[in-house]
């Protein structure tokens, strides 16, 4: 597939936004995705393959710039990491058998949930708490496997719900919470984007464009921006934000309005 220049710079455009996105709330694949799908006009399951490529590098370059501001505790995240990847091996394995469509239908309803969750007490995603709360095994557990499932089956939102769980019920600070997530995602992903590419459904010259972008957007926003001052009431909004957007997205209410 050849794309012309236009296309080439809305790609890069977008990918880097949707870079910068994920690396400070999550949910740039809503960007991705849509241009994948929309723009360059590949089928759902080739588009959902090829997403991955640029999210592996964009969770590398991110992790280096957490790690750049000492925010990465791997001690503290191998448990996350084992639980996720397992979680993602069985979404990898459901995204190659069944089709997004339905799945997708349900994600617009998780997305409301999702903005529920995030307003209610916006106080809780800002405090920074000096003590972690390590919750049970028997709730961790489920909760991660979930959460790779998601991640491997789709992507899309993964962040935003992996930001939930740790703010909200072990009780990371934000920034924190967004180095572990990088982390997971990109060790997840390796081995998602490995089979993806062994069943021949990664477009890589697309895939690649849009890496170049997402990979500077995530780098340049972990290193220069996440240890900014009021950095975390910053990224709430943002998520807040794109969340909504997702709404929109997803209920087709942009459609409505520009016939």
Known sequence: MNLNIWEYVLAMTGSFIAGAINTLAGNGSIITLSILTDLIGLPPNVANATNRVGIFFQSAGSTGGFAKNKFLDFNRSGFVI?????????????????????????????????????????????????????????????????????????????????LAVLVLVSKYEMMEANAIKTIVILVYTTIVLAIFAWRDLVNWEVGIVMAIGQTLGGYLTAAHISSLPGINVWAHKLLVMVIILSILVQFGIFKILVP
């Open 82 to 162: 084992f639980w996720t990847v397992i979680g993602s091996l069985a979404g990898v394995y459901c995204a190659i058998k069944v089709s997004n469509e339905q799945f997708l239908s349900i994600f617009k309803y998780l997305m409301i949930l999702m903005l529920i969750v995030v307003l209610v007490n916006p106080e809780r995603w800002l405090v920074k708490n000096v003590e972690i709360i390590h919750i049970s095994q028997w709730l961790s557990i489920p909760i991660f496997l979930i959460l790779g499932f998601y991640g491997g089956f789709i992507q899309m939102g993964m962040g935003i719900f992996f």
